[in-house]
């Protein structure tokens, strides 16, 4: 799996925005084909895009993500711009059902062999922002070796509900498809509250703590200030990898000695604390790789 602890979007026909896309640190960009771009800009946008990718694949070390329209003849028109070398992924907005993913999945394929790229090559990220789509998680989230993410429309899903985006409203939908992404060994993407809201950054960061929390492994953000708040956030602390350290490390001494279990300060350790331990570890060696450039 890829580490993607932070999406920063970025509306690919917006200069001053991609010119320092590469600078802000985001473990990847989205370049927005949807609802940053407006109906009569979305035919100039796919044309911008391939110089776009290849700028940024040249000047940064995020991978690069497209984020594609539905209805499916805007889908159709997105995948031929996006299907591109250096495109790790396409966002799949309003996904509906394993149908629909099934035949994004059978179009992508087509493209890929035609332009001479390795075929299940671009990963999909689902975007599920509906009430009927979330009652389908389970199913979506198996409909595709693509798909590698899932997450929760936040403002999408609160408008089809007749709701408000609000930390409370979301919780239950959220943690449905956390569960459903979990299940099917996929990351659960996003946070416990909405995006859009960056005006007060300490807010922010105690919702993204807190999202980690419910199981969340990165989320998508709008502004570059959001950034360094999920890196950090859904990156394993100091603390942390010492501890998962000296756990894998007594669980080893145990296992010598024919032991399944034991005790370290005073706390019984099992085998899912020590697979948890593991899990940590192997994200902080995935994340410091990534920060090397590996």
Not at 2 to 26: K, T
Not at 124 to 132: D, K, R, S, V, Y
């Amino acid at each position: 799996m890829p580490v993607w602890r932070s999406l920063l979007f970025v509306p690919v026909n917006v200069e001053r925005f991609l010119a320092r896309a590469h600078e802000r640190g985001a473990d990847g960009i989205i370049l927005d084909l949807e609802d940053s771009i407006a109906p009569g800009e979305k035919e100039n946008a796919r044309r911008l895009l391939p110089a776009a990718v290849e700028r940024l694949r040249r000047n940064g070390r995020s991978d690069v993500l497209v984020r594609i329209n539905q209805p499916l003849e805007l889908a159709v028109r997105d995948l031929e711009a996006a299907v591109l070398p250096g495109v790790a992924s396409l966002l799949v907005t309003k996904v509906e059902g394993v149908s629909h993913l099934r035949l994004l999945d059978e179009l992508v394929a087509r493209l890929e062999e035609r332009r001479g790229l390795p075929v299940g090559g671009i990963r999909f990220n689902g975007l599920i922002e509906t009430p009927a789509a979330v009652a389908r998680a389970h199913e979506i989230a198996r409909a595709t070796p693509r798909l590698v993410a899932l997450s929760l429309g936040a403002e999408d899903y609160a408008t089809a509900i007749g709701g408000r985006p609000t930390e409370e409203v979301l919780l239950m939908p959220k943690q449905l498809v956390v569960q459903a992404a979990c299940a099917a060994g996929l990351m659960a993407l996003g946070t416990i509250g909405t995006l859009a809201d960056f005006s007060d950054l300490e807010a922010y960061a105690r919702m993204v703590r807190r999202s980690r929390d419910f199981g969340f492994v990165g989320a998508s953000c709008i502004h570059p200030a959001q950034v360094p708040i999920l890196n950090a956030a859904f990156s394993p602390t100091p603390e942390e990898i010492a501890e998962a350290e000296r756990i894998v490390a007594a669980d080893r001494a145990a296992a010598a000695e024919g032991r399944g279990s034991f005790q370290l300060d005073g706390r019984m350790i099992d085998i899912p604390i020590v697979r948890r331990a593991e899990a940590l570890l192997a994200r902080a060696r995935a994340i410091a790789a990534r920060e090397r450039g590996a």
